[in-house]
């Protein structure tokens, strides 16, 4: 099963700083099946990014991601006050390839 | 608009069975793959199993297979988990999602809470 590592756990920053994000697959995605989620607490995930760099309609263009591969970088530009959040990648293959679905463990994005 | 509703949560005892229901609403549930994501207390999210728009495949996590079930009725727009075995560690609350084209999870419901002890 594909493992995903993402780093740093927490960080500390203050409003309109810039954010990235690092999400590494034990091995190689095929066709780049990266998905970012934010979760606000007390709330469901949202979806932000997927296929590695497409952005959800209605997402910010502060964040963007990109990589291939096995190392993912989800980047915001300047954060603002309703960004501070838990941010998780998943992998999830297609539908030819699909075989399992699974997250890492989430980077704390909080306020310093 | 995409509206996802689970229920069936509760407190139960560890060995005991337990299922989850969710209905979905404002979209052509046959149409689209379903997940179930579940996130213990405190801790991160974890994906639990996977349902095709047609049922035809069916995919789980290691922690689960062989004691849950995944399912679903396109008659009554309805995703099921049916959970057997329950341990300590199956205790969370479980989202189901709706899989976008790309099969990300693109529209979550609120969820719903699972506890097991004894």
């Known amino acids: 099963e594909i493992v995903l590592t993402q780093s740093p756990d927490t960080l500390s920053l203050s409003p309109g700083e810039r954010v990235i994000l690092s999400c590494r697959a034990s091995?190689?995605?095929?066709?780049?099946?990266l998905a970012w989620y934010q979760q606000r607490p007390g709330q469901a995930p949202r979806l932000l990014i997927y296929?590695?760099?497409s952005r959800v309609t209605g997402i910010p263009d502060r964040f963007s991601g990109s990589g291939s591969g096995t190392d993912f970088t989800l980047t915001i530009s300047r954060l603002e006050p309703e960004d501070f959040a838990v941010y998780y990648c998943q992998q999830y293959g297609s539908s030819r390839t699909f075989t399992s679905g699974t997250f890492g463990g989430g980077t704390k994005v909080e306020i310093k | 608009q995409v509206q996802l509703v689970e229920y069936g949560g509760g407190v139960v005892q560890p060995g005991t069975s337990l299922r989850l229901s969710c209905t979905a609403s404002g979209f052509t549930f046959s149409n689209f793959a379903m997940y179930w994501v579940r996130q213990a207390p405190g801790r991160g999210l974890e994906w639990v199993a996977i349902i095709w728009y047609d049922g035809s495949n069916k995919y789980y996590a290691d922690s689960v297979k062989g004691r849950f079930t995944i399912s679903r009725d396109n008659a009554k727009n309805t995703v099921y988990l049916q959970m057997n075995s329950l341990r300590a560690e199956d205790t969370a609350v479980y989202y189901c999602?709706?899989?976008?084209?790309?099969?990300?999870?693109?529209?979550w419901g609120q969820g719903t809470s699972v506890s097991v002890s004894s």
């Open positions: 999602a709706r899989a976008s084209p790309s099969l990300a999870a693109g529209d």
């Open positions: 296929g590695a760099s």
């Open positions: 091995q190689s995605l095929n066709s780049n099946s």
